[in-house]
C-alpha cells in the first residue's frame, strides 16, 4: 500500500532491481545493501566440487499486443503471470525538463495534484475507489517522463482504467490542495538537504549537467513559494496529452473488455503537442568538489565519467563491463573496499541513463579515516580494468549473472513495464529485448578491456565528497586538479 | 487438504506431510492456495517445498530460529555480526566463493537479521538448485573463518551502522527507538543493531559458541519455491543435508512482556534533523489469537493507503504531514513474520508549527472513533480485500522469496507451514464487535508508547568549498 513519502531513506543508488522488488520486505540489517556481483569459481582444492546443476530452461519474454488510439495515444496490453492482480501504467512522456527556468518541479507538482481530486471524485474518493479495488494508485514525476499507475485485483481491471484515466483527464486543481502539497514539498526538501547521499548526487548533477534541465534536482524553497495554480494548469495544458502517452496493461485481464475501457475512457483526451527531446552536451571535465558536513562519521562519495547510452553500439559490453567493476556483489571495488578492507558497506556503481545521454558512477559511503584510501582503491580498480584482460572465468561468471537477472527483472509486472518503457523511450525495438542474452553473452575479454579504456579515463572523471573536511581534505589532496 | 504419513526413502526415515493443494473456494479469485510438501529429515531440519512454474527461477531460503532478540546479553548487534560472518567461508567454499558462486551461476544472493530469525536465500535459474542445496548444506555444517574475516566484516558492519543510523537524520527514529521505549524485557528492548563497541569486541570464539548454539538443522528450516520438481529436490536435500550432524539448540530464553499499564514515552534531540517527528506504537495482541487478526484489520483500517483513518486525518485533514508510515512489525517486516512481543505503530516528520500534543489529540480521535462504535462492515471488505492483494504480492515478492518467507515463518513458529493458506480464513472471522473490543483493550493510551524527535534550533550549516 501507499506510504507517506516524507520517509527519505538512504540512498539505494546502485540496484533498482534491487529496491524495486525488495524494498518492502527486507528493508533492514541486511548483509549487502544492494545486489551487486561477479566472477567465476575459484579452483577447488582439496575440497568438493559444487554440483553443476542441469541444462537452463529457454527464457521468452512475453508476447504484446500494441496498438493506437485515434487521438494518438499507444497502448500496449500483456497478458502475463499467474496471479489474479493487474498493473496499469501510464507514461507521459514531460518531467522535470519541461520546467521554465525559475519554476523548477512544477512538471512535480502538476503530477501530485492529479491525485488531489477530478472533477467527479473527491481525494477521498480516489483514495476509497482505488482501496476497494485491492489497489494503489501513485503519480512519479522524472526528467523526461510522468507516470500515473497502479495495480488492482483482476476482477476491477476495467474499473481501474476508468478510475485513471479520470484522475489523469479530469484534475480539479484547487487552490487548498496546492498550499498544502507545497507545505509537504518545503519539509521533505528540508529532510533532503539533511542526508549526505542526496547531497551529493545534487552537486554531482549540477557538475556534470551545468545548462542543461538535468543539472538541478530539486526546487529551491523560494520556487515551491512561488508555485501557483496558475502554473500547474498552464504546464498541465501545455504538456499533457495523448499524443505523448503510452499506456500499458501487464497482467492478468480481460483482453476485450479492456480494450474497451481504454477506448471509452481515453477518448476525450485531447492529442496535446509532440514530445521534444533536449539530448545535452556533456564535457566531462575533471574535478573534486567538497562539502562539509561537520563531525560525519562517513564520507559520501560520488565519483564517475560520461558512459555510452542505451541507444550507443557500446551499451551491452560497457554494462558488462560496469558489472565486474562495481555493479555486482562480487564486482573488483566491492571484493576490495568492502569485503578486503572494510571500508564500507554499501559501495556500488550504476549508470544513470536519459535518451542518448549516460554516466557511469561509483558511489560509497566509506569511514571517515579511509576517504582517500578508498578513492585510491576504486581508481586502481579502474585502471586495473583498463591496463589488463579479463580473465576468461572471470568474464563467464559475470554473463551468466547478467542472463540470470534479466530472467529476475522480467519476473514481476512492473518488470515487464520497465523493460518496455525503456525500449520505447529509447527509441528501440523488440529486437534488443529478444536479443539481450546473446549480445551479453558475445561480449569478450578485448571489448571490456576497450570499454574501461574508452571510457574511463580519469581526465573526464568528476569526484563529489560530502564529509568532515577538516578530517578529509588533507588525504583528498592527491586527487584535486592541478 | 489431505495428510500423507510416514514414508521411507533410502537409508532415512523421512516422516512425510503432503498438503494437496487447497480445494479452490467457488470465486477462483479468492483465496490464497499455495501447494505445501512438509517433512523433517531425522536430523530434525524442516523441509517446505512449494513449487511455482510461473518463471524458470528458484528460490532457496534457510531460516534459523535465532534473531536479534536472543543474542548474548554482552554482545549487543552480534547476531546480524554473524549473519556477516555466514557469507565468510565455511568448508568447501572460501571467502567470497559462495558469493561467486551464486552469482556466476545467474542468481543473486542476501541474508537479514530479525526480531526472530535469521534468513539466508538466494534466488537462482532454475536449472541451478541442486548447486545451491550443497552450497547451503555446506554452511550450515560449519563455519571456517580466520581473524581477519572476522576483522573485515566488523569494519563492514561498523559502517553499515554508520551509513543507516549515525550519518543519517532519524537514523533510529522509530524502528529502533519505539522497541527500546516500549518494552521492559531486555530481549525485546536492547539496541539490536548494537553499540559500535559491542561489535568491535566480538571474537572467534563468540562465533563457534553461537553457531553452535543456534545454528543446527534441528534449529532451522530449508524452504523451496518456485520451478522445480519435487522428486528432484527431496533427492538433492537427502542428499545434501540429511549427513549434518544433529545437535540440540539452547532453550529459548523468557521474551515475554508484562500487560503494558501506563504510556512510555522517550524524547530525543536528533542533531542531523531540521524537522521534528513523532512515532506511536501500541504492544500487539498475542500472536495468533483472533485479537491478533482484528489487529491486522485494523492496521489496514487505521494506518495502511491513502483511505486510512490516520492518512486522512492527518495528512488530508490536518496537513500536518505528507504521509504516515506504519504498521505491525513496521520497518523490519510485517505481520506474520515475528514471534514474540511486537508494536503496532505509525510515525511521521511534522513542521515545527505543530506540536506533538496536538498531533498525538488527532491520533487520539483516530482511536476513540474504533473504540466507541463498531466499524461498518464496508470498512472490513475494504480492509480484507487489500490484505488479499497485498497477500498475492507478497506471495510472487522477489521471485518467490516472499512466498518462501511465510512458508519458513510458519514452519519455524507454529511447525504448520500449511497455515499460509488459513491466512484469509483467520480475518474473515473477525467482527466489528471484536474490531471495537480489541481497540478498547489494546489501543489504550496506556499500552501505548511514544518516542519524539526535537531538532536543534542552531544547527551548524554545512558549506560548499
Known amino acids: 500500500m501507499n506510504k507517506g513519502q516524507n520517509r527519505l531513506r538512504k540512498r539505494a543508488a546502485s540496484s533498482l532491481i534491487f529496491k524495486d522488488l525488495m524494498s518492502k520486505l527486507f528493508l533492514r540489517l541486511c548483509v549487502f545493501a544492494v545486489i551487486l556481483t561477479l566472477t567465476a569459481i575459484a579452483t577447488f582444492a582439496q575440497k568438493e566440487t559444487p554440483p553443476a546443476g542441469g541444462q537452463p530452461k529457454p527464457f521468452v519474454f512475453p508476447a504484446t499486443e500494441d496498438y493506437t488510439l485515434p487521438n494518438g495515444m499507444k497502448v500496449t496490453l500483456v497478458q502475463y503471470g499467474s496471479v489474479p492482480k493487474v498493473a496499469v501504467q501510464a507514461v507521459i512522456y514531460t518531467g522535470t525538463k519541461d520546467d521554465a ?19 467527479a471524485r473527491t481525494a477521498e474518493q480516489i483514495a476509497l475507489d482505488t482501496a476497494k479495488m485491492g489497489g494503489s494508485l501513485n503519480v512519479g514525476v522524472g526528467t523526461d517522463s510522468t507516470n500515473v499507475r497502479g495495480e488492482v485485483l483482476s476482477e476491477f481491471d476495467a474499473q481501474f482504467i476508468n478510475l485513471l484515466a479520470d484522475v489523469m483527464l479530469n484534475p480539479s486543481f484547487r487552490q487548498k490542495d496546492l498550499d498544502r502539497l507545497k507545505a509537504n514539498k518545503l519539509r521533505q526538501l528540508a529532510v533532503a538537504r539533511t542526508q549526505a547521499g542526496t547531497l551529493a548526487w545534487e552537486k554531482f548533477r549540477e557538475i556534470v549537467f551545468a545548462g542543461h534541465p538535468y543539472e538541478q534536482i530539486n526546487p529551491r524553497d523560494e520556487e515551491v513559494n512561488a508555485y501557483s495554480l496558475d502554473d500547474v494548469r498552464k504546464f498541465y495544458a501545455a504538456n499533457y496529452g495523448a499524443s505523448k502517452t503510452h499506456l500499458y496493461i501487464v497482467g492478468k485481464f480481460d483482453q476485450a473488455a479492456v480494450k474497451a475501457a481504454i477506448s471509452k475512457a481515453f477518448a476525450g483526451y485531447a492529442k496535446g503537442t509532440e514530445s521534444t527531446r533536449n539530448v545535452p552536451t556533456i564535457a566531462g571535465k575533471r574535478s573534486l568538489t567538497t562539502i562539509n558536513r561537520a563531525d560525519a562519521p562517513q564520507s559520501t562519495i560520488y565519483l564517475g565519467m560520461p558512459s555510452p547510452s542505451a541507444t550507443d553500439p557500446d551499451y551491452v559490453k560497457f554494462v558488462v563491463m560496469d558489472s565486474l567493476l562495481g555493479g555486482s556483489f562480487g564486482s573488483r571495488i566491492t571484493s576490495n573496499i568492502r569485503e578486503n578492507k572494510g571500508y564500507t558497506y554499501s559501495p556500488g556503481s550504476f549508470i544513470w541513463n536519459r535518451f542518448k545521454t ?74 534488443t529485448i529478444d536479443n539481450y542474452v546473446r549480445r551479453v553473452l558475445a561480449v569478450t575479454s578485448a571489448d571490456v578491456q576497450a570499454m574501461a579504456k574508452k571510457y574511463l579515463t580519469e581526465d573526464r572523471m568528476t569526484i563529489v565528497v560530502v564529509g568532515d573536511l577538516a578530517k578529509v581534505n588533507e588525504q583528498l589532496k592527491p586527487y584535486e586538479v592541478q | 487438504m489431505k495428510h500423507i504419513l510416514s514414508r521411507l526413502t533410502g537409508a532415512f526415515a523421512i516422516a512425510l506431510l503432503s498438503i494437496g493443494i487447497v480445494v479452490a473456494q467457488p470465486k477462483a479469485n479468492t483465496g490464497i492456495n499455495v501447494p505445501v510438501t512438509y517433512y523433517k529429515l531425522p536430523n530434525g531440519l524442516k523441509v517446505v517445498l512449494s513449487p511455482d512454474g510461473s518463471a524458470p527461477l528458484t528460490t532457496v531460503a534457510v531460516y534459523y530460529n535465532i534473531g536479534f532478540r536472543i543474542e548474548p546479553r554482552s554482545r549487543t548487534g552480534f547476531a546480524h555480526l554473524f549473519e556477516h560472518l555466514m557469507f565468510q567461508g565455511s568448508k568447501n567454499l572460501g571467502k567470497m566463493e559462495y558469493i561467486r558462486l551464486v552469482e556466476s551461476n545467474g542468481g543473486v544472493l542476501n541474508g537479514s537479521t530479525r526480531f526472530d530469525f535469521t534468513n539466508y536465500f538466494a534466488v537462482v535459474p532454475s536449472h541451478k538448485l541442486e548447486t545451491l542445496l550443497w552450497a547451503e548444506a555446506d554452511r550450515m555444517r560449519g563455519l571456517d573463518i580466520t581473524q581477519e574475516n572476522l576483522k573485515n566484516q566488523q569494519g563492514v558492519v561498523g559502517n553499515e551502522v554508520k551509513v543507516n543510523v549515525l550519518n543519517q537524520p532519524y537514523g533510529t527514529f522509530p524502528w529502533i527507538d519505539l522497541p527500546m521505549t516500549a518494552f521492559t524485557n531486555w530481549y525485546n528492548s536492547h539496541n539490536f543493531y548494537g553499540d559500535l563497541k559491542d561489535i568491535e569486541a566480538a571474537t572467534l570464539e563468540d562465533s563457534k559458541d553461537f553457531f553452535n548454539k543456534w545454528y543446527s538443522p534441528k534449529n532451522a528450516v530449508l524452504v523451496v519455491t518456485g520451478d522445480f520438481e519435487e522428486k528432484d529436490a527431496k533427492v538433492w536435500v537427502d542428499k545434501y543435508f540429511a549427513k549434518l550432524a544433529a545437535q540440540t539448540p539452547d532453550p529459548l530464553p523468557d521474551i515475554s512482556e508484562p500487560r503494558q499499564t501506563e504510556e512510555r514515552s522517550m524524547t530525543r534531540t536528533d542533531k542531523l534533523a531540521k524537522k521534528p517527528a513523532v512515532g506511536f506504537g501500541w504492544q500487539m495482541p498475542k500472536r495468533g489469537t483472533p485479537e491478533y487478526y482484528a489487529m491486522g484489520l485494523i492496521d489496514q483500517i487505521m494506518l495502511q493507503g491513502e483511505d486510512s483513518l490516520l492518512y486522512q486525518e492527518l495528512v488530508k485533514k490536518k496537513s500536518y504531514t505528507s504521509g504516515v508510515n506504519g504498521g505491525i512489525n513496521a520497518g523490519l517486516g510485517h505481520m506474520f513474520n515475528y514471534n514474540g512481543p511486537m508494536l503496532i505503530s505509525g510515525d511521521l516528520i511534522h513542521d515545527e508549527k505543530f506540536t506533538a500534543k496536538e498531533i498525538l489529540a488527532s491520533v487520539d480521535t483516530v482511536v476513540e472513533g474504533l473504540q466507541n462504535k463498531p466499524v461498518e462492515q464496508a470498512a472490513i471488505d475494504r480492509a480484507i480485500v487489500k490484505l488479499r492483494s497485498g497477500l498475492y504480492d507478497t506471495m510472487q515478492q522477489f521471485g518467490g522469496v516472499g512466498r518462501a518467507d511465510l512458508l519458513a515463518c510458519y514452519a519455524l513458529f507454529d511447525d504448520k507451514p500449511d497455515n499460509i493458506n488459513q491466512i484469509e480464513a483467520n480475518f474473515r472471522k473477525v467482527t466489528p464487535a471484536l474490531i471495537q473490543a480489541t481497540a478498547k483493550e489494546y489501543l489504550r493510551k496506556t499500552n501505548r508508547t511514544i518516542v519524539m524527535i526535537n531538532v536543534e534550533t542552531a544547527a551548524a550549516e554545512g558549506g560548499v568549498q
Request: proline fraction near 2%; aromatic fraction near 8%; hydrophobic fraction near 35%.
Open chain 1, 101 to 119: 527556468k525559475g519554476k523548477k518541479a512544477v512538471s512535480e507538482m502538476t503530477g501530485s495534484m492529479l491525485k488531489e481530486g477530478s472533477k
Open chain 1, 358 to 431: 549516460g554516466y557511469w558512477i561509483e558511489s560509497a559511503d566509506v569511514t571517515t579515516e579511509q576517504t582517500g584510501n578508498s578513492i585510491k582503491e576504486i581508481l586502481f580498480e579502474i585502471n586495473r580494468m583498463r591496463n589488463d584482460p579479463v580473465p576468461a572465468a572471470e568474464l563467464q561468471g559475470i554473463k551468466n549473472y547478467m542472463a540470470g537477472l534479466y530472467v529476475l527483472q522480467n519476473s514481476t509486472r512492473f518488470g515487464v513495464i520497465g523493460q518496455l518503457e525503456n525500449m520505447n523511450y529509447n527509441g528501440l525495438d523488440k529486437t
